[in-house]
């Protein structure tokens, strides 16, 4: 129902009856007006409708992210300029909320996110009726993109968590990257403090092992130490080879990422380039034939294979990495492109696999990031595997998260959300194609590269829809 202060009117029309009104404030949830004995509604859509076309909001936002983003300087001109933009927001806002019943809120929301944003946050409302209660976020290319934002996590999107996790919201970084790496520029993007808030958590090494400080025995859980010893024994052997082996060239091209358990090998060239994507595609076709090399040397029920079996045949050793490719190009058409295009197409076919090989690449993961990474990881301990780990120790028993990421490590997160009703999905266009399927057909939640804030803002807008 509607109290009176205001004198901004409102026209209606509904069913060919066309209204004037002149309300003081107008109830957020829903409000009915009554003409002529005819009732009819204004729920959300249409306070917010109103919102944005008789306010400045535009002015409102340059205000608020002038008086967030303001950067510490000294100078007394500076800090005046800085002042009197306080000042206009709050006056601003003021007006806002002596018209709406619910105007404090509005006023924040109208502050912080576009009429796209506010509308899409709406729509997520009414289809999920709940708020966000966790972050789930991937880093490269996620909230950080090479292309646009010299690599780094703008100050725009670091600000917006930061406020995202002092209204309560548990941050979880879930990236491929090792620990002490994440933990680094966490740090010196979010600060110590909220860190180590008891309320942050990393998934390092796409799900291989999860951070949350503050946990005391579960600060660190190492989830690969859970895994049979026959597919520790594979990685363990992979990673001790994986440069002494290599050909000369490739060894003096690639690196090897300082992981805990995942085998990771990086361009000795700037990520993105023709000469990385030459160097990953053909560290790629090495890193699947030592994988199946070591695999078929593991298993008892193959004999004389492998890069380090005395007697071994040259048809021998090869027919282990035949295996490896053809199983793993079967599985990923991109590794298959990858495999065609450096002349190392499979001459068998999966059905030549011995049954116990195949058995222990069902458990490995290959994983292929265009002139930026080839790797070998556990299926077993995949990120939607240590994101649950993470919401376990966060005491996150009914998660509803933001899941943000680019790639097919990260579609699976989205999938186990969508499956158990946990979350949205976003991604930034740029993102592989199998993960913009996904996110396209659920929420449509598709930013530009290094805008990952936008989102940031409909979360923030859709927990305070669901609080009002």
Not at 187 to 195: R, Y
Request: glycine share 6%.
């Amino acid at each position: 129902m509607l109290s009176v202060q205001s004198d901004i009117p409102i026209r209606w029309s509904v069913g060919g009856l066309s209204v004037s009104l002149t309300p003081a404030r107008v109830d957020f949830e829903e409000c009915v007006f009554t003409d002529g004995g005819r009732e009819f509604g204004m729920d959300r859509y249409d306070v917010l409708y109103r919102l944005y076309d008789d306010y400045e909001t535009d002015t409102l936002r340059d205000l608020q992210n002038f008086v967030d983003l303001f950067p510490p300087v000294d100078s007394r001109v500076a800090l005046e300029y800085w002042q009197d933009a306080s000042d206009e927001l709050d006056t601003r806002k003021r007006e806002i909320a002596r018209s709406f019943a619910s105007g404090e809120t509005l006023a924040e929301i109208a502050a912080r996110a576009t009429r796209e944003q506010t509308f899409t946050a709406l729509d997520l409302h009414s289809k999920y009726g709940r708020s966000v209660n966790a972050l789930v976020l991937d880093v490269d290319e996620t909230l950080r993109s090479a292309g646009r934002t010299d690599n780094e996590i703008p100050r725009e999107t670091l600000h917006l968590l930061t406020e995202l996790h002092e209204a309560g919201i548990p941050i979880v970084i879930c990236t491929g990257q090792t620990l002490e790496n994440v933990k680094g520029f966490m740090i010196q993007g979010l600060g110590t403090e909220l860190v180590h808030s008891n309320t942050f958590s990393i998934v390092y090494e796409a799900g291989t092992g999860v951070f949350t400080p503050g946990h005391g025995s579960d600060t660190k859980r190492l989830l690969y130490e859970t895994l049979d010893e026959e597919i520790q024994e594979v990685f363990s052997l992979v990673r001790s080879r994986v440069l002494t082996a290599a050909p000369a060239e490739l060894r003096r091209s690639l690196h090897l990422q300082g992981n805990e358990f995942n085998v990771t090998l990086k361009p000795n060239f700037d990520v993105g380039s023709d000469a990385a994507e030459e160097v990953i595609d053909e560290g790629l076709v090495y890193l699947i034939d030592l994988l199946g090399q070591t695999v078929a040397e593991t298993d008892e029920g193959v004999d004389g294979v492998g890069i380090e079996a005395r007697d071994a045949t040259e048809a021998s050793t090869e027919r282990p990495a035949e295996w490896a490719r053809a199983y793993y190009a079967d599985a990923d058409p991109e590794i298959a492109t990858v495999l065609d295009e450096q002349d190392a197409t499979p001459d068998c076919a999966v059905s030549d696999v011995p049954q116990s090989v195949r058995a222990r690449f069902d458990r490995i993961d290959v994983a292929y990031y265009h002139a930026d990474a080839a790797e070998i990881g556990s299926l077993d301990l995949d990120k939607p595997t240590g994101v649950q780990s993470a919401l376990d120790v966060l005491d996150i028993a009914d998660p509803f998260c933001l899941v943000m990421g680019d790639s097919k490590s990260d579609l699976r997160i989205m999938e186990w959300a969508a499956e158990s009703d946990a979350g949205l999905a976003a991604a930034p266009e740029h993102a592989s194609e199998s993960v913009l399927e996904h996110v396209r057909s659920t929420d449509d939640l598709v930013y530009d590269p290094g805008d990952a804030g936008s989102i940031l803002r409909v979360v923030s807008v859709l927990n305070q829809l669901s609080e009002s």
